[in-house]
């Protein structure tokens, strides 16, 4: 394994939370299935977008959502820690 799949998949637990977090905090939401799409839980475009920006804020990161097949914790909590591996 290198030396970024190691880091990565190290932070991926703090990772997942933090995005958890974010949404959470976003939304203000408590009931979001982290496995669940967050459009189909009602989740809207403009507080995808500020999830989004939070998460970049958050990671100093550039996260670009065209890159995701889902929108849902585990997909934006991968494609985090990717970014943050190829730094």
Not at 21 to 32: A, G, H, K, Q, S
Not at 66 to 85: G, I, K, R, T, Y
């Amino acid at each position: 394994m290198t030396g970024a799949n190691t880091t990565t998949m190290r932070l991926a637990p703090e990772i997942r939370q933090s995005v958890s977090r974010i949404i959470r905090n976003v939304t203000e939401r408590d009931d979001l299935e982290p496995g669940g799409d967050l459009f189909d839980q009602g989740v809207t475009s403009l507080a995808f977008i500020r999830i989004v920006a939070h998460i970049n804020e958050t990671y100093n990161i550039d996260v670009d959502v065209a890159e995701l097949d889902e929108a849902h914790v585990d997909s934006l909590s991968a494609l985090v820690a990717a970014q943050l591996a190829s730094k």
